[in-house]
């Protein structure tokens, strides 16, 4: 709750309402942090929450939530689902949650397409009162994350105790 409270008093002087979640390497907790971080938000009770799992690569939030999903954020990306179809709305009042899917789909090229940039614009401006988070991947995985950068306000920082070093 101290998290949120800072992260949402961050986004609310600055006019902003998207950021993403990230760490240096894979294991620090990203995903959990993201997880817990939109719950906390959704129940806050005045802001809405989408939970993005940005991280094609490596999706785990349905996978961490215990939810199986047909479609996922890639099926979206590469247009064979519809928006509708693969957003999940789990029992969790003002959460909603777009989930990944493992595939083997280029992915730089999704996350850079004209397709992702819609989405952007579309769900950052949809709601006013819409939080949304993105769980990006690692920054030292792959360039994915350096991708998603120009899209969101702000970022998250995950720091992997004892294992992540200032270098």
């Known amino acids: 709750r101290v998290l949120r409270t800072n992260v949402l008093k961050q986004l609310r002087e600055n006019g902003w309402n998207s950021f993403f979640v990230t760490s240096a390497t894979p294991g620090a907790g990203k995903s959990l942090v993201a997880i817990n971080l939109a719950i906390a938000i959704a129940l806050e009770g005045n802001q809405?929450?989408?939970?993005?799992?940005?991280?094609?690569?490596?999706?785990?939030?349905?996978?961490?939530?215990?939810l199986q999903c047909k479609f996922g954020f890639i099926d979206y990306l590469s247009g064979i689902a519809a928006l509708e179809h693969v957003l999940i709305h789990p029992r969790i009042e003002n959460l909603v949650l777009l989930p990944g899917k493992d595939t083997k789909i280029n992915y730089s090229e999704l996350i850079s397409s004209p397709r992702m940039i819609e989405f952007i614009k579309e769900v950052k401006s949809r709601y006013d009162s819409r939080i949304v988070i993105f769980d990006i991947p690692p920054l030292f995985v792959a360039d994915d994350a350096l991708l998603y950068m120009s899209y969101c306000d702000a970022a998250l920082f995950v720091v992997e105790d004892e294992k992540n070093t200032s270098d």
């Open 48 to 66: 809405t929450v989408l939970l993005v799992d940005a991280d094609l690569r490596c999706p785990s939030i349905s996978h961490h939530l215990g």
